[in-house]
């Protein structure tokens, strides 16, 4: 079995920063060989693909909306997956959940992900 626990998220002004963690537990081979990404969900909304790594920790994979803002990293041997997230606007406001992976490329797509955080809420003010 996997775990996956947020932290880091809160409540900033529009153009803040935030950055959120994800730490696994669980066998490292359960871990360590598939991707890891980011989903969220705003009020009254469909949860929505944030961005995505590779198990290798390279080739990164984001949505339009958050190209040049966000930036996913992740640490094998920590087991933690990062979302540094900055210029944050109002539209970044939901839960943000954290995701394992069924292969150890980088998704897009929900029903690819096995595996999920409790969720953190990020609020962000206008």
């Known amino acids: 079995q996997v775990q996956l626990v947020e932290t880091g998220g809160g409540s900033v002004q529009a153009g803040g920063s935030l950055t959120l963690s994800c730490v696994a537990s669980?066998?490292?081979?359960?871990?360590?060989?598939?991707?890891t990404a980011w989903f969220r969900q705003a009020p009254g909304k469909e949860r929505e693909f944030v961005a995505a790594i590779r198990a290798s920790a390279d080739n990164p994979v984001y949505r339009d909306s958050v190209k040049d803002r966000f930036t996913i990293s992740r640490d094998n041997y920590k087991k933690t997956t990062v979302l540094q997230m900055s210029r944050l606007r109002s539209e970044d406001t939901g839960v943000y959940y954290c995701a394992r992976g069924g292969t150890g490329w980088a998704s897009t797509k929900i029903d690819e992900y096995d595996y999920w955080g409790q969720g953190i809420r990020v609020d962000v003010a206008s």
């Open positions: 669980g066998r490292t081979f359960d871990i360590e060989g598939y991707g």
